[in-house]
């Protein structure tokens, strides 16, 4: 991980636009176990395909609940252009799911429980009748995104770096998807936590709800990560059983680095709290926006762009 160089690289200031790439990805050819001999450090990764789908579609809805509240322009266009890539996101991360399920490890006995937490749970009303105003509700959500956003930044940054997947001859299409990903949420790493602080009222009880938002979201992204982890290894056709899901294992991939460090990760929320911090602070914009010149997804699609502005 790279450590913060706020203000580093292009994208500082008001002349750089956030924008979706329409890629596309060939599942074809890419294993199961596209880490190879790892399906632990795999699973660990892959739980990001069980949770994005729903969890970015959402993102979408409730940023286009609280677009209309936006007046600075520029946040305005950078809210818009977070939305065009997350959706992106989850199509992509949806066609992971399929090849998953064409490789026998079919997902939705556990992805029906993220679509009930996104769409019943967190979605345009409070569950259960909740006292909670409207306007609340939203600025939760926000929060939450806002939160959950940081951890994406710190994920997208590790893995731009993380050499341990390429030394370990990880499938060159996976590793494409997860940089482009990647490289995406450091790119839009402070569109979330902007919008929360533009809607989220002011002064001391914004910055409590923001707190909020992490208290919630840290221990709920933890336990569905490891669940995640777990279903898939417990139903993956190819171990049959014979691994589970387990700490050990799990801190064995990391030392190879295969996953991020528990450290990288813990220290990601105490930054997030301080009163003055900000995610322009976060990860490496230069090499985010580097990859996403270098991407053989990224450009395909450019050309893609560029041969049909021409036809």
């Not at 731009?160 to 494409?176: K, V």
């Not at 002011?202 to 279903?231: K, N």
Request: proline share 6%; with cysteine.
């Amino acid at each position: 991980m790279s450590g913060a160089v706020a203000g580093k690289g292009p994208g500082k200031g008001a002349g750089y636009a956030i924008a979706p790439r329409r890629v596309a990805f060939d599942w074809r050819t890419t294993p199961l176990h596209w880490i190879p001999d790892e399906p632990t450090a795999t699973h660990v990764i892959n739980v990001l395909h069980l949770l994005l789908p729903a969890g970015e579609r959402w993102f979408v809805k409730v940023f286009k609940e609280g677009l209309p509240l936006v007046t600075d322009p520029k946040l305005r266009s950078d809210v818009k252009g977070f939305m065009g890539q997350e959706a992106t996101h989850s199509v992509q991360h949806s066609y992971v799911l399929d090849h998953l399920a064409e490789q026998r490890l079919p997902t939705e006995a556990y992805t029906k429980y993220v679509d009930f937490l996104f769409e019943k749970l967190l979605g345009e009303t409070p569950p259960f009748g909740a006292p909670v105003t409207a306007q609340e509700w939203l600025r939760f959500r926000l929060s939450l995104i806002a939160a959950i956003e940081q951890f994406t930044a710190v994920l997208g940054d590790w893995v731009l770096g993380a050499e341990g997947l390429d030394a370990a001859g990880a499938d060159e299409i996976m590793l494409d998807l997860l940089r482009w990903h990647g490289a995406e949420e450091v790119e839009h790493r402070s569109v979330a936590f902007d919008m929360y602080q533009h809607c989220g009222g002011a002064g001391l009880p914004r910055y409590v709800r923001r707190v909020g938002g992490m208290a919630v979201v840290t221990p709920v992204l933890g336990w569905l990560w490891i669940a995640g982890a777990s279903y898939l290894l417990r139903n993956d056709p190819e171990l049959r059983g014979r691994t589970r899901y387990s700490l050990r294992e799990h801190n064995r991939a990391v030392a190879k680095g295969l996953l991020p460090t528990w450290r990288e990760l813990g220290t990601a929320i105490p930054r997030y709290l301080r009163r003055s911090y900000h995610p322009s602070q976060e990860g490496s914009l230069r090499r985010a926006v580097e990859y996403l010149a270098a991407s053989p997804a990224a450009r395909s699609a450019a050309g893609a762009v560029g041969r049909a502005a021409m036809s």
